[in-house]
T-cell receptor, first 110, second 115 residues
Framework: KNEVEQSPQNLTAQEGEFITINCSYS?????LHWLQQHPGGGIVSLFM???GKKKHGRLIATINIQEKHSSLHITASHPRDSAVYIC????????????FGEGTQLTVNP | GAVVSQHPSRVICKSGTSVKIECRSL??????MFWYRQFPKQSLMLMAT?????????EQGVEKDKFLINHASLTLSTLTVTSAHPEDSSFYIC???????????FGQGTRLTVV
């Protein structure tokens, strides 16, 4: 079993739909990262959170440390949101090293 | 957010030659940088952890003599793929953090093709 599991692996949505991507992890952590990888390969850090909820524009990330679960929500999705979304955690025993989920390929159709 | 610049973004080289990839933190000092390799449709695979002023820590199965990492300053780490072979063709990407449990900033990645 992977230390970080994401679901779904692939997600296709129509423009305007509300998107949810889930991440579960099995290790002790102090924070969780949500990353976005564009088709060209570049990776952007969306959020780093250790509790509660964070919001940036149309993106919302939540985390429940007790349940070891995080969600990334996208409101009013747009084709430009099409990308791979990756959940990553630094296990407490690993210093700064990140353990990555397999990623969720999101395609938003116009 | 902070910026990490990775260069080159694409490189094609002949088999047997060496290729150097640079990763620079532009507006912050990165005590630790990470080098990853990514195969198509797969997750990032950590190759090594680069600490300024000390030897890199390589992951199991990564050849130290093949993938030379130098972290000469707090803003620059380099990965040199030595005696490249077609099987080294891949996407390489670096990330930098200012410390443990801080936000991770990624370079743009380098697509290496060895012909």
């Amino acid at each position: 079993k992977n230390e970080v599991e994401q679901s779904p692996q692939n997600l296709t949505a129509q423009e305007g739909e509300f998107i949810t991507i889930n991440c579960s992890y099995s290790v002790g952590i102090s924070a969780l990262h949500w990353l976005q990888q564009h088709p060209g390969g570049g990776i952007v850090s969306l959020f780093m959170l250790s509790s509660g909820k964070k919001k940036h524009g149309r993106l919302i990330a939540t985390i429940n440390i007790q349940e070891k679960h995080s969600s990334l929500h996208i409101t009013a999705s747009h084709p430009r949101d099409s990308a791979v979304y990756i959940c990553a955690v630094p296990p407490e025993t690993s210093g700064s090293r990140l353990t990555f989920g397999e990623g969720t390929q999101l395609t938003v159709n116009p | 957010g902070a910026v990490v610049s990775q260069h080159p973004s694409r490189v094609i080289c002949k088999s047997g030659t060496s290729v150097k990839i640079e990763c620079r933190s532009l507006d912050f000092q990165a005590t630790t940088m990470f080098w990853y390799r990514q195969f198509p449709k797969q997750s990032l695979m950590l190759m090594a952890t680069s600490n300024e002023g000390s030897k890199a820590t390589y992951e199991q199965g990564v050849e130290k003599d093949k993938f030379l990492i130098n972290h000469a300053s707090l803003t620059l780490s380099t990965l040199t793929v030595t005696s490249a072979h077609p099987e080294d063709s891949s996407f390489y990407i670096c990330s930098a953090q200012t410390g443990a449990n801080t936000e991770a900033f990624f370079g743009q990645g380098t697509r290496l093709t060895v012909v």
